[in-house]
């Protein structure tokens, strides 16, 4: 019932790293693009990075030059290097996958890895 399993979240220092990881096992139709989003408490869900099946990417600003996506098509997995990490970046992170159905495209999303940057 849940197509996006996340792990990797945890309690980090400022300045320290972390890698959140997505496997869409319970998906089995061709994925398109596959991203990262957050929400912290009180603010809305913040994009964060997004990768196309091609390997192309894009980031968010607050998180440019820190944090680095990547994925396995064949393992259907994503994964997010979250490097130099900041208070500011507490939040709880979801996977998002697209896949494109007929005319249309289906969007998929994790259940959520609570993330903590806090000293």
């Known amino acids: 019932q849940v197509p996006l399993v996340e792990s990797g979240g945890g309690l980090v220092q400022p300045g320290g790293s972390l890698r959140l990881s997505c496997t869409a096992s319970g998906i089995i139709l061709r994925i398109d693009t596959m991203g990262w989003y957050r929400q912290a408490p009180g603010k809305e869900r913040e994009f964060v990075a997004l990768i196309s099946r091609a390997g192309n990417t894009e980031y968010g600003n607050s998180v440019k030059g820190r944090f680095t996506i990547s994925r396995d098509n064949a393992k259907n997995t994503v994964w997010l290097q979250m490097n130099s990490l900041r208070p500011e970046d507490t939040a709880v992170y979801y996977c998002?996958?697209?896949?494109?159905?007929?005319?249309?495209?289906?969007?998929?999303w994790g259940q959520g890895t609570q993330v903590t940057v806090s000293s």
């Open positions: 998002n996958v697209l896949v494109p159905i007929l005319a249309s495209t289906k969007n998929y």
